[in-house]
């Protein structure tokens, strides 16, 4: 998976190549989808949720630029896999899920990986972890239609927040955004294949009589 998917695609940092290397992403999948774990596009994580290619993961988290004093906050933390990439990159790390059967799945995982300074929380992940905030860095580990307000808020100034979002056009492009004076400024890093938007993050639609 590091040599034949990420590091020919432009994941540089060694901390993270190792974390991908450490961590089993099969304990993070059910039994039915074990033997999908490892390959290059996203996977049922359940019968309800998609996870991430590693390589989409991958950039996610590179495009944050991480540091060991990090408090990082991860939206929709569905099975737990990319809080367990972060689990030695950063300070601390919670996550926020609202599906009970994958934030179980999550704990089981997290504690066979001894990944001790990720906290998960149940919630809806669109209102983020308002009694941790605030946030270095927050990824977003689901498809978006838009960023919402209550996790900007979340955010420190000068922070950032990566999320892979459907633009008008329908296309996904995994975009890293950074905080300044409480708005974001977003900066493309590639097109993704596409996968369900998580229904916490799609726009209502507007009806015209």
């Given amino acids: 998976m590091v040599d034949g998917q990420l590091t ?6 060694n901390a993270l190549l190792n974390c991908f290397l450490n961590i089993p992403r ?13 390959i290059d596009s996203p996977i049922n994580v359940s019968s309800s949720r998609k996870m991430f290619s590693p ?21 929709a933390s569905s099975s737990g896999y990319t809080a367990s990439i972060l689990c030695d990159l950063v300070n601390n790390v919670y996550g926020v899920e609202e599906d009970l059967s ?3 799945m999550a704990r089981r ?5 001894q990944c001790k300074s990720v906290t998960l929380c149940e919630g809806p ?7 941790k905030a605030m946030f270095d860095k927050i990824v977003i580990d689901a498809p978006v239609e838009f960023i919402p307000d209550s996790l900007v808020a979340q955010v420190k100034d000068g922070g950032k ?18 905080k300044k004076d409480k708005t974001l400024e977003g900066k493309a890093i590639r097109e993704v294949v596409a996968m ?14």
């Fill in 102 to 104: 994958l934030l179980e």
């Fill in 55 to 75: 390589l989409v993961c991958a950039h996610l988290l590179q495009s944050l630029d991480l540091n060991k004093k990090d408090n990082v906050l991860v939206v």
């Fill in 8 to 13: 020919p695609n432009k994941i540089t940092n």
């Fill in 196 to 209: 369900p938007v998580h229904t916490a993050f799609t726009r209502k639609k507007e009806f015209i009589l």
């Fill in 109 to 113: 995982a997290l504690l066979d990986a």
């Fill in 125 to 131: 992940p669109n209102k983020g972890l308002e009694e």
């Fill in 26 to 38: 099969e304990a993070f999948v059910d039994v039915a989808n074990k033997h999908t774990a490892y």
């Fill in 161 to 178: 927040i990566s999320a892979v979002v459907k633009n008008n056009a329908g296309i996904h492009v995994l975009t890293v955004f950074t």
